[in-house]
Every structure is written in structure tokens, then in C-alpha cells.
């Protein structure tokens, strides 16, 4: 299993673009991970966000297709996300996980961060 | 999107119990159903993962089994600790998703 690590500022202005990066310990970025955002709003369930893989392809919930971008840094051994024109609705907790496509290693979660958006 | 349903939303049990959770898909996944446990102001924890794979570290009192649309989650002789929120996690079909949870009491 990987180790990952989000970081990023806590606070984003409506309107903002909201930017965090995951930090992948023990474990190679370019193995067959799908390297994923996943958020939870305070009080509620999670909602999967995007993923990418080693090679670049991504793959968006389509409920933020529009707002999202995740890009890959192998030299740094790091993914980030980038959502643009945020609301109070996009306050959560962001989590980076990291998922094989057939499962044959379990999946792995950061800790998480939350972010909330407010002037 | 494939819609996953978990039932119930919340149960109390008391120590000792046997309890299960089910989740059922909309459409066949296979076996990519992963099931989490989430405690207050944590991350969620991975104890099963490919329908039926215990995660390393996780008590086996924890099972999974399932297979195609219907999975459960079964927790042998309940304890104190397994206070928490649940959730299934389907990753064979982009956008991947979640059930809404199950909200586990200890009487």
C-alpha cells in the first residue's frame, strides 16, 4: 500500500480556485494506480471527484467535469486538483486515494484536509 | 452513474451481536466492492476490499461477501469500537461511487 499526504491552503474565496496536491510516500506514482480525489461535505457521504493515471488520462465525475483538472508531477512524486469558481458548497474535506483498476492491491487513503470556502 | 444502495441507513446493536449491512448496485460490478469504516473527524478505514479480501490489520470479525449488484458487510460479535459510519464503494465504472452509509450504534 502507498502512503499519501494532501496539503494545501484551508481557506478559498467564492469565485476562487480551490488547489491541493497529494504527496505519494512508499510506493512508485507510476504504478498502476489511479491516483483519485474524493471529497465529503461536513455532516455528509463521499463523492469521488477524478481520477489520473501514470500515463495522464483522467477520468471526472461528470457532476464537476466542468470546474476540475487533476494533473500528475512525477518528479515530485505528487497529483494535484484544481477546481475553479467555488462555492460554499464545495467546503468539505478533500481526501487523496489511490485505487487499482482490478484490485489487486487494496486501496489507500490520505488522511485528508479540509478546505472551506468563505471571504 | 451506477447507483449503490446500502440498507439499512442506521441499526443499533448490542455487544456481541451479529450485524449486517448490505449494498446493492445498480447495474453488475463483479466483485470491485470496497467497504469502509468512518469514525468522527477521521479518515475512512479500508477493511474489506475486492468484495470478500480482508485488509491487513482488520479484526476478522469483519467479512465481506457478494458478487454482480448484491454485497454485504457482516461484523461477528459487534464491539464497542465498531461505533461508526459505513459506506460501500463501487471502482469498476468511472464515476466511481458510494453508498449514502450506515450509521452503527452500540446500544
Known amino acids: 500500500q502507498v502512503l499519501l499526504q494532501e496539503s494545501g491552503p484551508g481557506l478559498v474565496k467564492p469565485s476562487g480556485t480551490l488547489s491541493l496536491t497529494c504527496t505519494v510516500s512508499?510506493?512508485?506514482?507510476?504504478?498502476?494506480?489511479?491516483w483519485s480525489w474524493v471529497r465529503q461535505p461536513p455532516g455528509k457521504g463521499l463523492e469521488w471527484i477524478g481520477e489520473?493515471?501514470?500515463?495522464?488520462?483522467?477520468n471526472y465525475n461528470p457532476s464537476l467535469k466542468s470546474r476540475v483538472t487533476i494533473s500528475l508531477d512525477k518528479s515530485n512524486k505528487q497529483f494535484s486538483l484544481s477546481l475553479s469558481s467555488v462555492t460554499a458548497a464545495d467546503t468539505a474535506v478533500y481526501y487523496c486515494?489511490?485505487?487499482?483498476?482490478?484490485?489487486?492491491?487494496?486501496?489507500?487513503w490520505g488522511q485528508g484536509t479540509l478546505v472551506t470556502v468563505s471571504s | 452513474d451506477i447507483q449503490m444502495t446500502q440498507s439499512p441507513s442506521s441499526l443499533s446493536a448490542s455487544v456481541g451481536d451479529r450485524v449486517t449491512i448490505t449494498c446493492r448496485a445498480g447495474q453488475t460490478i463483479s466483485t470491485y466492492l470496497n467497504w469502509y469504516q468512518q469514525k468522527p473527524g477521521k479518515a475512512p478505514k479500508l477493511l474489506i476490499y475486492a468484495a470478500s479480501s480482508l485488509q491487513s490489520g482488520v479484526p476478522s470479525r469483519f467479512s465481506g461477501s457478494g458478487s454482480g449488484t448484491d454485497f454485504s458487510l457482516t461484523i461477528r460479535g459487534v464491539q464497542p469500537e465498531d461505533l461508526a459510519t459505513y459506506y460501500c464503494?463501487?471502482?469498476?465504472?468511472?464515476?466511481?461511487?458510494f453508498g449514502q452509509g450506515t450509521k452503527l450504534e452500540i446500544k
Open positions: 486515494m489511490a485505487v487499482r483498476p482490478d484490485l489487486s492491491a487494496p486501496p489507500s
Open positions: 512508499s510506493g512508485s506514482i507510476s504504478s498502476n494506480n489511479g
Open positions: 489520473i493515471y501514470h500515463g495522464g488520462s483522467t
Open positions: 464503494h463501487q471502482s469498476y465504472i468511472s464515476p466511481y461511487t
